[in-house]
DNA sequence: CTTGCACCTCTAGTCGCTAGAGCATGTAGG
DNA sequence: CCTACATGCTCTAGCGACTAGAGGTGCAAG
């Protein structure tokens, strides 16, 4: 119950291992005690620090940002405005991605309904990305 | 007139000086010709191509993906068939991507409403990345 | 005691570029 | 013709965030 290791880590976590371990290399994570037979010992800290990870990642925060929000966890006392600007920077970058990701649907629903099965010199597919003039969303 | 620089290709393309050379050398653009002191010479056909290139780019196309876009269009008596599914998985990976971003967005939003501006023990920016099971939206 | 999985380190590869060093070439003005 | 200076050339290395593989060690069950 008292050790960790790292397979046990990874399942509790859901950071894979070699991730785990990579995290440690870039300092994202303190390199953990070791046992007699040199193998990563990890304490439930840890594991809720890999969780944290994880989930700042799924929500595609990068890491340093995630560097920082760690950081700001560790020191409860801190304002949280970083935290807060953070947050908010990656809210609007996911706006911009999604309203981006919109206007490209419509383009591809265009190619594919356009698309007539029949021959490359008739596809719509093929013509919309030859000729940019011919895509009616100004997304780019 | 008659010989294109890669610095003109670029201007007319859209595709950056570097970057064409990066194409040249995976195969995705063919060598041009080369000047006496060995400067590449664009014909208008590669500036079309480019220009092919970068619109697929700019929807998210990968380069292997490209690579076959480019192969069909350069055989029109073909089936576009494979255009047609190429388009269609692309389209099928915005949606999910734009649904996953769109439940990404309604985390971070309550996040940074939750965030009470104060100290960091008091955050929910914080919180949630840190227990996700406060996360309510179960996009991961 | 042996089997076999989990762990270790280290290097290199992924993708699609981008940056920089250190040269050669091409062009416009004086 | 000479000189600047932009633009071109090749080559190598770096980015982010891992992932894969080689080649070796540790450990627990049968």
Do not use: W
Request: net charge neutral.
């Amino acid at each position: 119950m008292r050790k960790i290791t790292i397979g046990d880590a990874a399942r509790q976590s859901g950071v894979k291992v070699p991730t785990i371990r990579y995290y440690e290399s870039i300092g994202l994570l303190a390199a953990p005690s070791r046992s007699e037979g040199n193998q990563r010992s990890y304490e439930p800290a840890d594991i809720r620090r890999l969780a944290f990870i994880r989930h700042a990642r799924e929500l595609g925060f990068e890491v340093g940002s995630i560097r920082t929000l760690l950081a700001l966890q560790d020191d409860p006392d801190q304002s949280c405005a970083s935290a807060d600007a953070i947050a908010k920077a990656r809210l609007i970058e996911v706006e911009q991605r999604i309203r981006s990701l919109m206007a490209l649907k419509a383009e591809l629903e265009i190619m594919v309904e356009g698309c007539g099965h029949g021959r490359v010199d008739q596809c719509r597919v093929i013509e919309v990305l030859a000729d940019h003039g011919q895509c009616m969303h100004p997304h780019h």
